[in-house]
C-alpha cells in the first residue's frame, strides 16, 4: 500500500463529523499530484513546488523514516539547527526493539 493509501485509510478512520477531517484532509490532499519522470527516469519537480520551496539550482533530500523531503540547502541547516536545539532541550528516549 502506497503512503497516500495509508494516509487516506487513516483519515476514513476519523468520524465523517470530525471536526479536523476536513483541514487534515485538504492539506493532505488537495495538493497532491501524481509524479512525473524525464526520459531517463529522474522525477521531474513542478516549477511552483521548487519555487514553494526556493530551490534553484541545488537540493538536499532528507530522509525521514518512510519517506524523505526535498529541500534548498540554505533553508534545511537552519531548520535542522533548530531541531537539533529543540531536540537538546527535549531530550526524548526513543525506545527501539518492543
Known sequence: M???EQLA??????GVF???LDDLSAMLFADARPLTFDVTGRIVIPNDL???AGIKDTAVFVGRGNSFQIWNPAEFEKI???AL???RKAKPNLIIGQ
Do not use: F, I
Open 2 to 4: 502506497s503512503r497516500m
Open 9 to 14: 485509510t487513516a483519515t476514513d478512520k476519523m
Open 18 to 20: 470530525d471536526d479536523g
Open 50 to 52: 521548487l519555487r514553494y
Open 80 to 82: 535542522q539547527a533548530k
Open 85 to 87: 536545539d529543540n531536540l
